[in-house]
């Protein structure tokens, strides 16, 4: 904006409400002028947009234009049809309320376009979903297939729209657009017949004939040359280079294929259409009577199969007609002027209707099914004031429309505002403007307005003609100072205003209607004759255009001027309960060129759009002004005071806000019940404000709800923790409880099997008993004796005594036998011999449990040790054992140190090389010891014997010795444990005695009896 206002010596301002002069219209063309000649084509006016058709294409309507414009505040960027579309678009959507979009200005200056252009925006730009994007389609393509029937070429716009359309798109709350309606005004029907120089009929015709199918048009009877039909060739223009039809064709067959269009729906369409050409077609000639005949019945018939009527009926219907006599019928003929007048009017007719039907079955195409409340922006495009050399009744009827549109703007503006200002009691320097209500009166105020005076003269009995029509307004508002006639005027208007003429005041300017046509347009009437034919016809669009109904009811039916008067007041009805946007359209020359600027011209448009007027009132006025209520109820969030709830009253409220906010004194006023806001920039900045603000507040809301929610989530959840805590604990509970249970009954069990464990087997010691076994025979395993010798043994309860005694046994046994196997050959001959030792020896003689450790040799002297000689004595006999030995001699005593070898034969005392004595086996007679712990031992031979008696011998193997020698006598008996002396045999008939004693030490000595006395240790074992 600000780079706008810069700029401005070269591009003008942007709005013109920053012009200085703003009271003068130089300037203010001088602006317009500026901006045009830089492309600018749009300027506001406040919140009015400007906008000058600059018959080029400009690169201003791309999507990256459309997304630059969305959303953003109304005067931050340049002015933009965009902006408008975009400003209503938000109002409605955060208001909730019903906006229009009035676009007006005269034909060509691109009202028909701007409102393309804001259809596109919001296709482009709105929130769209998969489901809706067919709602939208249907609406943009609407445009095509209406503007190909009520759009034609004339010499001002090629493409200029001979109809009024205001198009209601619906949104819903989510701002999608979802569905849609349009009204049509009062369509150019007389151009279907007839076309002024340089002009078209509507583009459909040629449209078909260029791009229709070969099929199709041979269905329908026609030719590809326009020039061929009288209702295209008139304006001798049929071919024009910027229109391209074949291609606007395919167009059209496209959208009606998205609008919901059958091939039926098009058969009948296209069926009527080509009708209409071959009625236009319809050559009549003069009989001699001068009724009027149909020589070439060659159209009839084909209109007759296209129309489905009978072609008699028709051919009849257009040279007859029905009169009504009392009860009777009469036909009679016409004359050629009245048939060509019959063919025109049904031409006309079946087009216009055609038409409103055309415009239903797309409304009933866009009607949304959702019933949902909806709000809606309207468009209403509708043709501008006109002023032509000749103006007829449609002129009349448009410029009256204009005349009651601008009743509208300066209602709703100029008047309104100011009437506001002083009610709120604003301090406001009134503004003259021109009301044009006396004007909209003069046309159309019940029996005295010019459309009543002309519907009293079509119903009038009587000859009544254009010129009595003329007459009777003379007569009636003669005296009215926005009207005149040449008989009226004076001498200087006299001359401009011919016979026929009677001209208007208009607020934009005089205009001089012929009323050549008058009564005929306004009657707009159809033989009944016709109206027969047509209502039987099998064609299904016409069938639902022409009904019964209409030939049954015998009132007439209002007149055309009537009907639009009507279908207006509703239109103006519609438009007060909604919100406006202004967009007037300017046209900066005659000659469709663009960079032209047509001073003259443009002066024109700006004085009859009451542009200056509206500057005025804006240049003085606010920009905005609301309620305090709503005013405060939109803003409170924005200050402390006021946000969640302000209690006192509203104004205060708004006052402590805007104080809050900043403002300044110059920037607002406060009326008795409104705010009033001057500059835009104000409120645009306490919109940002809010915008920024509600962000916050949602993220607030947001973040409540959130934690409202979360709350609620872990209520639920800790309430379904403590739920199951308590499940599980009494799941716990009851598993102990069941489980102390089963204890005390065991326990109990187990006390009274205790008790009762030595009685017979009963059920109440059965378990325990099989339990103390089991446990017993559990526990054993890990008390079993390791070893042979090992005799501990557990304990067994009295029940288990005997089953314990044998397991020990077997025990034993085991360890037994596993010992047995673990013994070698070598020690099993060692224990056989220990076992020899200990059934000699055991319990008999001191030392023995000592000597049960010491394990025997095979041998105490080596083979070595062993003298050679004596080895070679005795060579033959093989030595089992030898030990040292100390010999007592039998006679001294003396001991002497001797070697005792045994050989399985015989034992030998050997002294070095020499064997001292031989024992034989056979002739040893036994053997004895003491009980003591000596080691004597003395071998008893039989006294028969050479021997040289017995040999008493010390050896420190004593046990060792003698079971070696039992074994090897193999006489276990021998062995003989003496206690205190024993005899032995010194030579044949001579014994000695040795006495055994004990003593502190050992001992051995020849007593002073001779005898040998040993003394051991007594140790106790
Ligand atoms: N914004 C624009 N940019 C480029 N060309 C434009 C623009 N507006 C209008 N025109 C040109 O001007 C022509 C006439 O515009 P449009 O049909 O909108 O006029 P209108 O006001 O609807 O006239 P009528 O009352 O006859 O229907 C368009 O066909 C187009 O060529
Ligand atoms: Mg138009």
């Given at each position: 904006m600000e780079g706008a206002l810069t700029a401005r010596d070269k591009v003008g301002v942007q709005d013109f409400v920053l012009l200085d002069a703003y009271t003068s219209e130089s300037a203010f063309v001088d602006n317009l002028r500026k901006r045009f000649n830089e492309n600018l084509i749009y300027t506001y006016i406040g919140t009015l947009l400007v906008s000058v058709n600059p018959y080029q294409e400009l690169g201003i309507y791309t999507v990256s234009q459309m997304e630059l414009y969305q959303g953003v505040n109304f005067f931050e960027l340049p002015p933009h049809v965009y902006a408008i579309a975009d400003n209503a678009y938000r109002m409605m959507c955060s208001e909730l309320n019903n906006h229009f979009i009035l676009i007006s200005g005269e034909s060509g200056a691109g009202k028909t376009e701007a409102s393309k252009k804001i259809l596109q925006y919001f296709a482009v730009t709105c929130p769209m979903t998969q489901s809706l994007q067919i709602a939208r389609d249907r609406l943009l393509l609407s445009?095509?297939?209406?503007?190909?029937?009520?759009?034609?070429?004339?010499?001002?716009?090629?493409?200029?729209?001979?109809?009024?359309?205001?198009?209601?798109?619906?949104?819903?709350?989510?701002?999608?657009?979802?569905?849609?309606?349009?009204?049509?005004?009062?369509?150019?029907?007389?151009?279907?017949?007839?076309?002024?120089?340089?002009?078209?009929?509507?583009?459909?015709?040629?449209?078909?004939?260029?791009?229709?199918?070969?099929?199709?048009?041979?269905?329908?009877?026609?030719?590809?040359?326009?020039?061929?039909?009288?209702?295209?060739?008139?304006g001798h223009c049929a071919k024009e280079s910027s229109i391209n039809d074949k291609n606007d064709w395919k167009t059209v067959s496209n959208a009606f294929s998205v609008i919901d269009f059958t091939e039926a729906d098009l058969e009948n369409l296209f069926g009527i259409i080509a009708s209409v050409l071959h009625l236009g077609n319809i050559g009549f000639e003069e009989d001699d009577q001068g009724c009027a005949t149909i020589p070439d019945t060659h159209e009839i018939k084909w209109i007759a199969k296209l129309l489905g009527v009978h072609p008699a009926d028709l051919l009849e219907a257009l040279t007859h007609r029905k009169i009504e006599a009392k009860t009777e019928e009469v036909i009679c003929p016409l004359t050629l002027e009245l048939s060509v007048y019959a063919r025109d009017a049904m031409a006309k007719a079946v087009y216009g209707r055609t038409f409103t039907w055309l415009v239903n079955k797309i409304n009933s195409s866009l009607v949304n099914k959702d019933f949902t409340r909806k709000t809606v922006i309207g468009l209403l495009d509708i043709y501008g004031f006109e002023v032509f050399d000749k103006n007829g009744f449609e002129q009349f009827c448009i410029n009256y429309c204009n005349e009651k549109l601008q009743q509208l703007l300066i209602e709703r503006t100029l008047k309104a505002e100011q009437a506001e200002y002083e009610m709120e009691g604003i301090e406001w320097e009134p503004i003259k403007y021109f009301n044009n209500k006396i004007i909209c009166d003069l046309v159309e105020e019940r029996h005295k307005g010019i459309i009543s005076i002309l519907d009293e003269e079509c119903i009038r009995p009587g000859p009544a003609t254009d010129l009595s029509f003329l007459e009777k307004l003379e007569e009636k508002v003669g005296k009215h100072a926005h009207f005149e006639t040449r008989k009226l005027a004076g001498p200087k208007g006299r001359k401009r205003i011919g016979w026929m003429e009677f001209r208007l005041l208009h607020y934009a300017g005089e205009v001089t209607y012929c009323t050549k046509g008058f009564l005929e347009k306004n009657n707009d009437l159809l033989y009944r004759h016709l109206k027969e034919v047509l209502c039987k016809s099998k064609n299904v669009i016409l069938r639902e255009c022409f009904l019964r109904a209409e030939l049954e009811n015998r009132r007439r039916p209002p007149t055309v001027g009537t009907q639009f008067k009507n279908s207006l007041s509703s239109l103006l009805e519609i438009l007060i309960s909604k919100e406006p946007s202004y967009i007037r359209c300017i046209k900066p020359n005659d000659r469709k060129e663009p960079s032209k600027f047509d001073d003259f011209l443009i002066r024109h448009q700006i004085k009859y759009l009451g542009l200056m007027e509206h500057l005025r009132v804006r240049r003085a006025g606010f920009a905005y002004r609301r309620k305090y209520e709503h005013f405060l109820q939109r803003y409170k969030s924005l200050c402390p005071d006021t946000w969640p709830h302000w209690h006192g009253p509203p104004a205060e409220g708004v006052e402590r806000l805007i104080n809050y906010m900043g403002y300044k004194p110059e920037e607002y006023k406060l009326g008795k019940t409104k705010i009033f806001i001057r500059f835009p920039r104000t409120l645009f900045a306490t919109e940002d404000a809010l915008e920024f603000c509600k962000h916050q507040l949602v993220a607030r809301i947001q973040a409540t709800y959130k934690s409202c929610l979360g709350r609620r989530e872990y209520v639920k959840k800790r309430q379904a923790a403590i739920k199951l805590e308590a499940h599980w604990r009494g799941a716990l509970a009851r598993k102990a409880i069941q489980r102390r249970k089963w204890a005390v009954r065991i326990i109990r069990k187990f006390i009274k099997g205790f008790i009762s464990r030595n009685k017979p087997l009963c059920p109440d010691n059965e378990e325990f008993i099989v339990f103390v076994r089991k446990n017993y025979i559990l526990n054993l395993r890990y008390h079993l004796p390791k070893t042979v010798l090992d005799k501990s043994w557990l304990r067994p309860p009295g029940i288990l005594e005997n089953a314990s005694d044998l397991l020990r046994k077997m025990c034993v046994r085991n360890l037994v036998q596993k010992y047995c196997r673990g013994i070698t050959a070598e020690r099993k001959a060692m224990m056989q011999q220990k076992v020899v030792t200990s059934e000699i020896f055991r319990g008999r003689k001191d030392g023995y449990t000592e000597s049960l450790n010491q394990p025997f040799a095979n041998s105490r002297i080596n083979e070595g040790d062993i003298n050679p000689k004596v080895l070679q004595l005795i060579s033959h006999e093989k030595i089992q054992y030898g030990v040292p030995v100390i010999k007592y001699d039998r006679k001294g005593f003396k001991a002497r140190q001797r070697q005792l070898i045994l050989t399985q034969k015989a034992a030998y005392v050997v002294e070095l090389a020499k064997i001292k004595q031989k024992i034989e086996y056979s002739a040893l007679k036994g053997v004895s010891t003491s009980n003591l712990r000596d080691g004597i031992l003395v071998i008893h031979v039989s006294p028969e014997d050479k021997q040289k008696g017995d040999a008493v011998l010390q050896c420190g193997h004593m046990f060792e010795a003698v079971t070696k020698l039992v074994m090897l006598v193999k006489k276990e008996n021998i062995v003989?444990?003496?206690?205190?002396?024993?005899?032995?045999?010194?030579?044949?008939?001579?014994?000695?005695?040795?006495?055994?004693?004990?003593?502190?030490?050992?001992?051995?000595?020849?007593n002073k009896n001779g005898q040998l006395t040993v003394v051991s240790v007594r140790r106790k074992s």
């Open positions: 445009n095509p297939v209406l503007e190909a029937f009520g759009n034609a070429r004339t010499l001002r716009n090629d493409n200029s729209s001979r109809f009024g359309k205001y198009m209601d798109i619906q949104f819903d709350f989510q701002g999608i657009p979802v569905g849609g309606h349009i009204i049509s005004y009062l369509i150019e029907k007389s151009r279907v017949v007839y076309q002024n120089q340089g002009e078209r009929n509507f583009h459909i015709f040629y449209q078909l004939l260029a791009g229709g199918e070969e099929e199709r048009l041979a269905f329908l009877g026609l030719e590809r040359d326009p020039q061929l039909y009288k209702y295209l060739s008139q003989n444990v003496v206690q205190g002396s024993l005899q032995f045999f010194i030579s044949p008939g001579k014994e000695g005695t040795i006495v055994f004693d004990t003593g502190p030490e050992e001992q051995i000595y020849k």
